[in-house]
Structure formats: structure tokens, C-alpha cells
């Protein structure tokens, strides 16, 4: 019994990686450093942040690349609006690339953390329903994933968490996630791509765009569509057979 609880305890060498996400977590907030995270930080130095990107060329993608998954691997809330910031200072097409990888590279990094600091250990603290879940993330780890990126209603970082201790391959991880944030990343770089002739017309930003039911309605579709594989399996599972009748 003793040796089944110390396997069950994370090792201080092993948890170090989380210790240091949640450090930098904290000391985000503490340091009051969400105020650079808004859209009124956005608005006041839209000029300077162009003038920036200018003069820094194709390095500025590095660097907005990078903070991106730095923001995303410490679970920062400004995801929509480094988004709509790529949007603003590269086009729709070049910030939604850079912010779907910068997303998938922060994402990954909260991935590894977890699976081989504390899954084992939270796996045995939740008990059965997590086991039930793992069942079924196993049968279909890249259609469940796509549906819960695809879903906004479903917090990004704890769909990172999720896929972790349920031993998603990481492979398939970085597949679904980078592909199932495509649609959400492309309306907030829309919506960035249009900031100046917004901020020009005095209009107001909408982080709430994406809940728009002329949004959030396609976004729902795509994953119910995608689930539509794994719901036909469990009715043909459960459907009575030709012959029986």
C-alpha cells in the first residue's frame, strides 16, 4: 500500500515545470501586467506597434510567434486579444498562421507539463469517471479533440489539461488542436484585420464576436460534423441487426 501511495505522489523534479507555470501565472496578475492584455492597450499603441513591425520586417514574426506561446503556455488571458493583434499587424491570413502556431507551441508546452508531472496522480485522485473518459478519448482521441477545440464554449487551457491525462498521442495532440482553433483563430483575425477602419469610425471592439449566433452557429456545426463518425458507430453498435426483423 505504502508503495502503490508514493507512485501516486508526483516527484519534486517531475512537478518543477508546473510549479514554474503556475509561478509565472501569478506573478502576471501580481505584477499587473493584464492591463498590456486589453483592447485599450491595443487601441493606444496601434501606431507604434505598426511602426515596429515595419522596421522589424520578417523578425517581428519570430518574436510575435514566440510570445504568443508564451502567453498560451502560462495560460495568460489574452488569447483573443493577440489574436486580433496578429490580425491588425500582419493580415488575416500571415497573424492567423502565426497565432495557430504560437497557440499550438504554448498549448504543447501545458501539455507535456502535465502528462508527466501530475496525470498519474490526478488520474487516481478523480477515480472511475476519469477512467470512463479515457475509454472513450481513446476509441477517438482526434474527433473528441476537434470537438473540443472547435466548441468555444469549452476553456482553451483546460482542453489542454484534458488530452493529458487522458494519454492523448501527442502527435494527434498537436494535429487536432493546431487544425480545431483554425476557425476561431480566423474570426479574431478578421476582426483585427478590420481594427483600423474601426478605431477610424470610433466603433467599439467586440470580444464577444464569436458568440454571435452568426459566429458561433457554423463553429457548432463543424463540431457536431465532426462528431457525426463516432455517433454513427455507437447507434450501428446499438441497432438491431437486419436479420431480426
Keep these: ?36 492584455f486589453s483592447l ?14 515595419t522596421q522589424a520586417g520578417a523578425f517581428s514574426w519570430l518574436v510575435f510567434g514566440v510570445f504568443y506561446a508564451f502567453v498560451t503556455a502560462f495560460s495568460l488571458p489574452g488569447g483573443a486579444v493577440m489574436t486580433i493583434l496578429g490580425g491588425f499587424l500582419f493580415g488575416p491570413w500571415l497573424g492567423g498562421t502565426l497565432s495557430v502556431v504560437g497557440a499550438t507551441v504554448g498549448a504543447t508546452v501545458v501539455f507535456l507539463a502535465a502528462r508527466y508531472a501530475v496525470a498519474d496522480f490526478l488520474k487516481a485522485k478523480l477515480g472511475r469517471s476519469m477512467l470512463k473518459m479515457e475509454k472513450g478519448f481513446n476509441e ?5 479533440l476537434l470537438f473540443l477545440r472547435l466548441i ?8 489542454n489539461l484534458i488530452p493529458a491525462l ?16 483554425i476557425p476561431g483563430t480566423l474570426i479574431y483575425s478578421l476582426l483585427g484585420d478590420g481594427l483600423g477602419a474601426l478605431l ?12 454571435e449566433l452568426r459566429f458561433l452557429l457554423p463553429v457548432c456545426g463543424l463540431g457536431v460534423l465532426v462528431l457525426m463518425p463516432v455517433l454513427y458507430k455507437n447507434l450501428k453498435a446499438h441497432w438491431p441487426d437486419n436479420e431480426s426483423f
Design 200 to 211: 477610424a469610425a470610433g466603433q467599439d471592439i467586440n470580444l464577444g464576436l464569436i458568440f
Design 166 to 181: 487522458l494519454h492523448v498521442p501527442i502527435k494527434i495532440y498537436i494535429f487536432g488542436t493546431a487544425i480545431g482553433i
Design 40 to 53: 485599450a492597450a491595443l487601441t493606444d499603441n496601434h501606431d507604434f506597434l505598426l511602426g515596429w513591425v
Design 140 to 144: 477517438n482521441p482526434l474527433t473528441y
Design 152 to 159: 468555444p464554449l469549452f476553456p482553451f487551457w483546460l482542453v
Design 1 to 36: 500500500m505504502t508503495a502503490n501511495r508514493e507512485k501516486l505522489v508526483p516527484k519534486p523534479m517531475k512537478v518543477i515545470p508546473v510549479f514554474v507555470l503556475a509561478f509565472g501565472l501569478v506573478a502576471f496578475f501580481f505584477l499587473d501586467l493584464d492591463r498590456y
